[in-house]
């Protein structure tokens, strides 16, 4: 099935030690998007890739970056995390950037930092 | 600049009994609305949306939503509801461009037996 794959589903890491979460697509979509999810909160979007054109959203901390190597692929890394970084993270897809197109999401890096 | 506000943060329910999550909009362009269900500890699942036409959508699993323009107002509803309803719901609006969505804070549906 197509589907929207997060690696790993939980990951613990130490106050300013860089840390990576992945996600890849077999959707073969042209945008994907990462969302931070506090505790309790709506999801947040944090930046997007439409194709190899990254999009920051203006107040997502300078912390944080994002690489897209291919299609497929497409990394959150975390500079120097801090302990208000520990939340989930969500990847998702969509096709296209119109406005009719679905949103699909993975199932979430939680991420806890020590 | 669009936006969503979700009025009940917890609803508790008896199963089989009916239940609707609050949902309103505020949108100065073309509305487009969605609502997501989400889990324990998974990914957001669409439940379904509006984009154009009837304003009545449903779901497979029997839940269905109303787009009120007059109200800006999308709420959930599902005539009898079961244990595995149980999870978070997020009400969501597309805000700008390239196909952002912007979440209310979530509804946490409890169904108990």
């Known amino acids: 099935d197509a589907m929207v794959i997060q690696n790993p589903r939980y990951q613990v890491t130490q106050f300013g030690k860089p840390v990576t979460l992945s996600c890849s697509q077999t959707l073969n979509h042209n945008v994907m998007y990462w969302y931070q999810q506090k505790s309790s909160q709506a999801p947040k979007l944090l930046f997007h890739y439409y194709d190899k054109d990254f999009n920051n959203e203006a107040d997502t901390p300078d912390n944080f970056q994002s690489r897209r190597p291919n299609t497929s692929f497409c990394f959150l890394d975390i500079r120097s995390p801090g302990l208000g970084d520990a939340a989930m993270y969500l990847c998702?897809?969509?096709?296209?950037?119109?406005?009719?197109?679905?949103?699909?999401f993975g199932p979430g890096t939680r991420l806890l930092v020590l | 600049a669009q936006s969503v506000t979700q009025l009940d943060s917890q609803v508790p329910v008896f199963e089989e009994a009916p239940v609707e999550l609050r949902c309103n909009y505020s949108?100065?362009?073309?509305?487009?609305l969605f609502w997501y269900v989400q889990y324990p500890n998974q990914g957001l699942q669409l439940l379904l949306k509006?984009?154009?036409?009837?304003?009545l959508v449903e779901s497979i699993n029997g839940f269905e939503a109303e787009f009120n323009k007059s109200q800006t107002s999308f709420h959930l509803r599902k005539p009898s509801v079961h244990i595995s309803d149980t999870a978070e719901y997020f009400c969501?609006?597309?805000?700008?461009?390239?196909?952002?969505?912007?979440f209310g804070a979530g509804t946490r549906l409890a169904v108990h037996p």
């Open positions: 969501a609006v597309r805000g700008g461009g390239y196909n952002k969505l912007i």
């Open positions: 509006y984009l154009s036409g009837s304003t």
């Open positions: 949108s100065s362009v073309s509305v487009y």
């Open positions: 998702a897809t969509s096709r296209d950037v119109q406005n009719q197109e679905t949103q699909y």
